[in-house]
């Protein structure tokens, strides 16, 4: 009983988070894997980390000390449920079994509620950073219980990300909100990363730039409000040079974007508790229309001709950033909203303004922005979205010309911004006095029934279409 905390499964995720929990002051860490080469392998390749090489579930639970603390990394589903059984029955009540893995939220839920009754903790936590950010500090975003968070909140600080000071985790919520905000981070990523690829689309095709060129321009939005880690990554892959022909990297790549999922499970929920996410949506759509080779083939031999792209003045590339920080604000401010809604209906406590401190850090989101986004949860956690905090709604105000600018550019040269023009639609939308939805709501009324509100007094209200259409006031009907 030596280690104070645990590691099972140990392919790459699992062995890089064991090392850097072994490489922080005061911890002993246990390892075990399924298959023993694993384990042996890890143990002879770090010597230096200290590890208590555990070559079964027994040996390794009875390394544990009290409270029994592991932390599985296998793959999520069967995998980690199959983990889970081994633990729960040997751990004793206090004892806190985590699931690292990148599990769906509703099964952590679930596998809380098997493994409560038991006394053990069972604790979904959302991990964030890939191979390196385990190595060197990820982002942590832990659900559970108050009480598993004593015992877990300072081992995960220990190895999580630093962002101006302060350590990338923090107690999300109970049960499974932490891999409900891991999977909403996924969401937002996907946006991120399709409003960058639309940026660079708009840069090559209208702007008439080399890839090597339009590095240097997101090398350089690198240094200002638009810096992050997906911006820093794509100046990189843009440099890119294919070693075999001599061609941009970029260029050698097969344009059929694949995903693992956790987008689509955000737009999903999103759609479940009916919070427009259109950014993450149009960003799954964007991959799933870039994989369909013979619907492209198909429409590209049977479009005319492709418009000719438009002339780009000197600035241009000023437009697209800006284009692309309004359409991040959009993408964001949704998917807080996403939060939100799963917190009110899953009853957790969640602190928007913490959520964006503990992105700041380790994750692929990590930017900037993120401070300005904490900053006005901060100051004011009631506003109803993030368009409305004044540093947002003066940024996007000020760029708005450039980012209508941009659409109708990119409209009229044939360039698809699925990200950038359902941004500014649902900005438009929210901005509008008035919207077409009154005349959904007489459509609706006329062929189902389904009644209306008038804007001039109280009541619901519907209209005889059929008959005379004359109006009848339903309020009291128990329709
Ligand atoms: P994998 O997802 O490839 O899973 C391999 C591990 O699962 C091995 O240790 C394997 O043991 C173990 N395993 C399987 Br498969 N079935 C098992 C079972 N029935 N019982 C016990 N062990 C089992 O590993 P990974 O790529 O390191 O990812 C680990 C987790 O982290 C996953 O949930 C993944 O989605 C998540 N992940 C997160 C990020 C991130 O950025 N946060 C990145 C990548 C992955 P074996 O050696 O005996 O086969």
Known sequence: ETANIGVVGLAVMGSNLARNLASREGNTVAVYNRTHARTE???????????????????????????????????????????????????????????????????????????????????????SGGEEGALNGPSIMPGGSAESYETLGPILASIAAVAKGEPCVTHVGTDGAGHFIKMIHNGIEYADMQLIGEAYDLLRTVGGLEPHAIADVFAEWNKGSLESYLIEITAEILRQVDSATGKPFVDIVLDQAGSKGTGVWTVQNALDLGVPVGGIAEAVFARAVSAKPAQRAAVRRS?????????????????????????????????????????????????????????????????????????????????????????????????????????????????????????????????????????????????????????????????????????????????
């Open 41 to 127: 392998e890890l143990v002879a390749a770090h010597p230096e980390a200290g590890f208590v090489a555990a070559g079964t579930i027994d040996d390794f639970v009875a390394s544990l000390a009290r409270p029994r603390t592991a932390i599985i990394m296998v793959k999520a589903g069967a995998g980690t449920d199959a983990v889970i059984d081994q633990l729960a029955e040997r751990f004793e009540p206090g004892d806190i079994i985590v699931d690292g893995g990148n599990a769906n939220f509703q099964d952590t839920i679930a596998r809380e509620k098997r493994i409560a009754p038991t006394g053990v903790h069972f604790v979904g936590v959302g991990i």
């Open 303 to 479: 479009a005319a001709s492709r418009p000719q792209p438009q002339k780009a003045d000197a600035g241009f590339a000023d437009d697209v950033a800006k284009a692309l920080y309004a359409s991040k604000v959009v993408a964001y401010a949704q998917g807080f909203d996403a939060v939100l809604a799963g917190a009110e209906k899953y009853g957790w406590d969640i602190h928007k303004d913490r959520i964006a401190k503990i992105w700041r850090g380790g994750c692929i989101i990590r930017a900037r922005f993120l401070d300005r986004i904490a900053e006005a949860y901060t100051d004011n956690p009631d506003i109803t979205t993030l368009l409305e905090a004044p540093y947002f709604a003066q940024a996007v105000t000020q760029g708005e010309d450039a980012w209508r600018r941009i659409v109708a550019t990119a409209a009229l040269s044939g360039v698809p911004v699925p990200g950038f023009s359902s941004a500014l639609s649902y900005y438009d939308s929210l901005a509008a006095e008035r919207l077409p939805a009154a005349l959904v709501q007489g459509q609706r009324d006329f062929f189902g029934a389904h009644t209306y509100r008038r804007t001039d007094r109280e009541g619901t209200f519907h209209t005889l279409w059929s008959g005379d259409r004359t109006e009848v006031d339903v309020t009291h009907s128990t329709h």
